[in-house]
């Protein structure tokens, strides 16, 4: 994965970059990335793929928990790989390695992010408006994503961590989420991941400081 620079996010980065709303900060990055492997990402990706390989063979169709239905696939397979690299890549100390397929949960439509960002940034947005001559935050930010990875031929994917797979759980958030927009014919990945803290703790967030948590070893089945 090679991280790719886009002008359109810089003024969202920057006013999420540490944003203080009375008693809490909220912290907020988009970034891009293409689908094109670096040495290291090539070495993991086959990894992974002889990993998940292994772990279909074990399992049966009859088993409740099987993955068959949406691992079998080799699009979904590669899929999840780039998922897992691109977290590689924004959290550089942790290891992703063991991370359960079941984690990334596939959106239905754009809706669904639209009402987590209205639901979680509301008082964001209005400080937004406010500097920016009344405009929206939400509108801002799906224009930039479209400029970047045209956001309505995207597949959509929400991580959602559990205590062993969290790179923030040691910062304390009150809330915290992570999406990922994924464009396979342009082969390119855009994440947006914002966590909000008291000021009473500290944080971290955007460095990619790591959790204790013992690995997970299970790939379990994917909404990919």
Not at 148 to 155: F, H, L, N, P, S
Request: charge should be negative; proline fraction near 3%.
């Amino acid at each position: 994965m090679k991280f790719l620079e886009y002008t359109p996010f810089d003024s969202i980065n920057l006013f999420l970059e540490q944003l203080n709303l009375g008693d809490c900060t909220i912290r907020g990055n988009l970034e891009a990335f293409s689908c094109k492997h670096t040495a290291t990402d090539r070495r993991l990706s086959i990894s992974l793929e002889h990993e998940i390989l292994d772990y279909l063979g074990k399992s049966t169709d009859s088993d409740p928990s099987s993955p068959v239905e949406h691992l079998s696939s080799r699009s979904s397979r590669k899929t999840l790989i780039y998922l897992v690299l691109t977290l590689g890549h924004i959290y550089p100390d942790y290891d992703f390695s063991a991370v359960r397929a079941h984690l990334f949960f596939q959106e239905e439509e754009l809706e669904s992010f639209n009402q987590m960002v209205d639901t979680y940034l509301s008082d964001a947005s209005r400080q937004w408006a406010a500097t920016n001559e009344g405009s929206s935050l939400l509108d801002s930010m799906t224009k930039a994503i479209d400029e970047v990875i045209k956001i309505r031929e995207c597949d959509i994917y929400r991580y959602n961590p559990d205590s062993d797979a969290d790179p923030v759980l040691e910062k304390g958030p009150i809330w915290s989420f992570n999406y990922y927009f994924y464009n396979r014919k342009l082969k390119r990945v855009v994440s947006f991941r914002c966590y909000c803290t008291s000021k009473l703790s500290g944080d971290d967030f955007l460095t990619g400081v790591v959790s204790d948590g013992e690995e997970e070893d299970a790939l379990i089945d994917m909404d990919i």
